[in-house]
Nanobody
């Protein structure tokens, strides 16, 4: 079993920045590709970024150029640096395996972008 704990969310003004962290614990031996997902009120959860164990990254069009995903395999932690935040980035952010999010979802971390 792998447990995922997301942190780093908060309230930020448009144009601001936040860095999210996702710490994995438990059976994390050779944790594979991971993704950051988000779910806004009334919307389906969507993937915003993905990173393989070797560091290959890709992003949803809506965040490309503003968000940067990274990982530290020695710490079993995945990060999401978010810059130039927009009100439409407001959501609960989660991490999970990708493309198939087969781990139990964590509690997520709320990101609110508002003036």
């Amino acid at each position: 079993q792998v447990q995922l704990v997301e942190s780093g969310g908060g309230l930020v003004q448009p144009g601001g920045s936040l860095t999210l962290s996702c710490a994995a614990s438990g059976s994390t031996f050779r944790l594979g590709a991971m993704g950051w997902y988000r779910q806004a009120p009334g919307k389906q959860r969507e993937r915003v970024a993905r990173i393989t164990r070797g560091g290959i990254k890709n992003y949803a069009d809506s965040v490309n150029g503003r968000f940067t995903i990274s990982r530290d395999n020695t710490k079993n932690t995945v990060y999401l640096q978010m810059n130039s935040l927009k009100p439409e980035d407001t959501a609960v952010y989660y991490c999970n395996a990708n493309p198939d999010p087969f781990f139990q979802w964590g509690q997520g971390t709320q990101v609110t972008v508002s003036s």
